[in-house]
């Protein structure tokens, strides 16, 4: 195991910061995913895409991050009925049966191959609740062998050049909420979260739109004694969704009926999730080496 550091931050904020030792100076790939909303149906989720990503993923090496949402079992709304709903005992053990079931399908049916590279595994809004206190993002942590990173996350990964020094890649992670339905809303979302914390990539998920840009930062540093003006690369980056928005042919019941995406209006997302790319960089200076990595991301 490359974890070598767990905290747990406390203050105003509560959060998790998991820090990872990266042991090669290769470029490394990192693959953010989530809003599969798996409940056992290929009509209405890309498992076979969602399949076929994560072995591009596990075929050249990448990490992966989860951003909530893996299956479609309760919303906030359908959780906080259910929890004032008269049911016997063996009626809920049916439904978390139900929800055990759905996790354990997305990891035979998709992500099995990708045990061991995850980083964590964010909570989203749709999840089962388990009568041990746990939830269905948690079992399929459990069965990935990944931390569970609560509501909010900073991820670190710590780079070694062979000379001793050091270098580091911050990742802020959300599920996400709201952000709006035009194409660049969740961006703005994004954007106002990195001018309140510091790190160089952040991902939201939640509004199912792939979607990222980048912004250069400049920062002055001291070279021996001369100043520079460096910069350091952000990224913005809204992490895609595997669920089905539109399709033709849709049947509820006996009622020719769109999804609840079709209902809403909701403007269609192209499937899928994107690909960032961390290439470790120390850049010399007047003598001085520093730590700039040069970080990308595919669509």
């Given at each position: 195991?490359?974890?070598?550091?767990?905290?747990?931050?406390?203050?105003?904020?509560?959060?998790?910061?998991?820090s990872y030792?990266?042991?090669?100076?290769?470029?490394?790939?990192?693959?953010?995913?989530?809003?599969?909303?798996?409940?056992?149906?290929?009509?209405?989720?890309?498992?076979?895409?969602?399949?076929?990503?994560?072995?591009?993923?596990?075929?050249?090496?990448?990490?992966?991050?989860?951003?909530?949402?893996?299956?479609?079992?309760?919303?906030p709304s359908?959780?906080?009925?259910?929890?004032?709903?008269?049911?016997?005992?063996?009626?809920?053990?049916?439904?978390?049966?139900?929800?055990?079931?759905?996790?354990?399908?997305?990891?035979?049916?998709?992500?099995?191959?990708?045990?061991?590279?995850?980083?964590?595994?964010?909570?989203?809004?749709?999840?089962?609740?388990?009568?041990?206190?746990?939830?269905?993002?948690?079992?399929?942590?459990?069965?990935?062998?990944?931390?569970?990173?609560?509501?909010?996350?900073?991820?670190?990964?710590?780079?070694?050049?062979?000379?001793?020094?050091?270098?580091?890649?911050?990742?802020?992670?959300?599920?996400?909420?709201?952000?709006?339905?035009?194409?660049?809303?969740?961006?703005?979302?994004?954007?106002?979260?990195?001018?309140?914390?510091?790190?160089?990539?952040?991902?939201?998920?939640?509004?199912?739109?792939?979607?990222?840009?980048?912004?250069?930062?400049?920062?002055?540093?001291?070279?021996?004694?001369?100043?520079?003006?460096?910069?350091?690369?952000?990224l913005l980056?809204?992490?895609?969704?595997?669920?089905?928005?539109?399709?033709?042919?849709?049947?509820?019941?006996?009622?020719?009926?769109?999804?609840?995406?079709?209902?809403?209006?909701?403007?269609?997302?192209?499937?899928?999730?994107?690909?960032?790319?961390?290439?470790?960089?120390?850049?010399?200076?007047?003598?001085?080496?520093?730590?700039?990595?040069?970080?990308?991301?595919?669509?």
């Open positions: 195991k490359d974890v070598f550091l767990l905290l747990r931050l406390s203050g105003d904020s509560l959060m998790e910061l998991y030792n990266i042991p090669t100076n290769d470029e490394m790939i990192l693959m953010p995913i989530g809003d599969i909303q798996w409940a056992g149906d290929e009509e209405e989720v890309a498992i076979g895409m969602l399949k076929k990503h994560i072995a591009w993923g596990v075929e050249n090496n990448a990490r992966f991050i989860g951003m909530g949402d893996y299956i479609d079992s309760f919303s359908n959780r906080e009925s259910l929890r004032g709903a008269k049911i016997y005992d063996t009626g809920r053990k049916v439904i978390e049966n139900a929800g055990r079931g759905m996790v354990q399908e997305l990891y035979d049916r998709a992500v099995e191959s990708s045990k061991g590279r995850w980083l964590g595994l964010l909570e989203g809004h749709h999840f089962c609740e388990y009568t041990n206190g746990t939830t269905s993002d948690q079992h399929l942590c459990e069965l990935l062998e990944t931390p569970f990173l609560g509501t909010c996350a900073y991820v670190r990964l710590k780079f070694a050049h062979p000379n001793g020094t050091t270098g580091e890649v911050l990742i802020w992670a959300h599920h996400g909420h709201g952000g709006g339905s035009r194409a660049g809303s969740p961006l703005n979302k994004l954007e106002l979260a990195a001018a309140q914390w510091p790190g160089d990539i952040f991902l939201m998920g939640h509004n199912h739109k792939k979607l990222a840009t980048a912004i250069d930062r400049p920062f002055p540093i001291w070279c021996g004694k001369q100043p520079k003006l460096l910069h350091r690369t952000t980056v809204c992490t895609g969704g595997f669920l089905k928005g539109y399709g033709e042919g849709r049947v509820q019941g006996g009622i020719p009926r769109g999804s609840y995406v079709e209902q809403k209006m909701l403007p269609p997302v192209a499937l899928g999730g994107p690909v960032i790319y961390i290439k470790p960089r120390w850049k010399e200076h007047d003598g001085t080496k520093v730590w700039q990595p040069d970080l990308r991301v595919s669509n």
